[in-house]
């Protein structure tokens, strides 16, 4: 059990406080210095984590933009992020992000 931001390690993965999520991690916004936490993966979604759907999977999310347009791949501040690099280990798949 996660005891509050302060006393949690950043950048590290804990299980979900949101109703519905998987995972949750907290990370430091560097504009605003702020802990934000980010939860992210569906909960009661089964993945099919066979090397082919999770080529498929990396390859669609690489295209994933936020409202500014800028890719939410290489964005820790962003559940995308988070989801490749715990959920689907896209680093294993020899995917750099």
């Given at each position: 059990?996660?005891?509050?931001?302060?006393?949690?390690?950043?950048?590290?993965?804990?299980p979900s406080t949101r109703r519905?999520?998987?995972?949750?991690?907290?990370?430091?916004?560097?504009?605003?210095?702020?802990?934000?936490?980010?939860?992210?993966?569906?909960?009661?979604?089964?993945?099919?984590?066979?090397?082919?759907s999770r080529e498929k999977y990396?390859?669609?999310?690489?295209?994933?933009?936020?409202?500014?347009?800028?890719?939410?791949?290489?964005?820790?501040?962003?559940?995308?992020?988070?989801?490749?690099?715990?959920?689907?280990?896209?680093?294993?798949?020899?995917?750099?992000?």
């Amino acid at each position: 059990m996660v005891k509050r931001k302060k006393e949690s390690k950043l950048n590290t993965p804990y299980p979900s406080t949101r109703r519905g999520k998987k995972m949750m991690v907290f990370v430091k916004n560097p504009k605003t210095g702020r802990t934000i936490t980010i939860h992210f993966g569906q909960k009661g979604y089964k993945h099919n984590y066979s090397k082919k759907s999770r080529e498929k999977y990396l390859a669609r999310s690489a295209g994933i933009k936020d409202k500014k347009g800028k890719l939410t791949k290489d964005n820790p501040l962003s559940a995308n992020y988070w989801a490749r690099k715990v959920l689907w280990h896209a680093r294993s798949m020899g995917v750099r992000k």
